[in-house]
């Protein structure tokens, strides 16, 4: 994700509504109601794995948005071009570990790729 200056405000909406929607999809794929039972009677490891993926998909995600937000925020004069770049930096987030990855199921493997490609974008 670029700089204001790189990106216009239909950008940013675009981007906005797409880490929405991936959000979402990832509050259903880690929603604990079940999942965290159907993980118990196998290894700790792989719900150990779960658990670790979650909260780092799940903030990967909410720093987009967080980011999206401010970009948001800029276009429509809420904003300065000084706080944007004070508050609006995008955090650095390291690729999930392959060795948990190996643990999930392949549906969940997609969606955590998904929101690392959106993070490069």
């Keep these: 994700m670029g700089s204001p200056a790189n990106i216009n405000p239909r950008i940013v909406e675009g981007l906005y509504c797409e880490a929405l929607v991936l959000s979402d999809e990832l509050r259903q794929a880690f929603a604990l109601s079940g999942r965290m039972e159907a993980v118990a009677g196998e290894e700790d490891a792989a719900s150990i794995a779960l658990s670790c993926e979650a909260l780092r998909t799940t903030t990967r ?40 990855l190996a643990l999930l199921d392949d549906e969940t493997r997609d969606l955590i790729a998904a929101t690392e490609r959106f993070m490069r974008a």
């Design 61 to 100: 995600m909410m720093h987009s948005v967080a980011w999206l937000l401010n970009h948001r925020a800029f276009f429509n004069g809420e904003l300065s071009e000084f706080q944007l770049h004070r508050y609006g930096k995008l955090a650095e987030f390291s690729d999930s570990d392959p060795a948990r």
